[in-house]
C-alpha cells in the first residue's frame, strides 16, 4: 500500500516565532511538507518517520 496524505496535517498546528527559528519545537513530515507539533515519531496523517533536526550546516 503507498502513502497518501489524508489532511489530518491540520489537527497538528504550528506556529511560527518571530524573530527566531522558523518553527521551534516542531517536526516536520517531508512527505506532506508541513511542520506539526506532536510526541509521536510518526506522521498521524502519512506514517513517514518526522524530521526533527534542521537540515542546515549552521546546526550540525
Known amino acids: 500500500m503507498g502513502r497518501m496524505c489524508r489532511g489530518y496535517c491540520a489537527d497538528y498546528p504550528c506556529s511560527k516565532i518571530p524573530n527566531g527559528d522558523k518553527y521551534q ?3 516536520r513530515c517531508t512527505y506532506c511538507g508541513v511542520f506539526m507539533k506532536t510526541l509521536g515519531v510518526r506522521c498521524p496523517c502519512c506514517g513517514v518517520v518526522l524530521r526533527t533536526k ?3 550546516k549552521k546546526f550540525r
Do not use: D, E, P, V
Open 25 to 27: 519545537f516542531c517536526k
Open 54 to 56: 534542521a537540515r542546515g
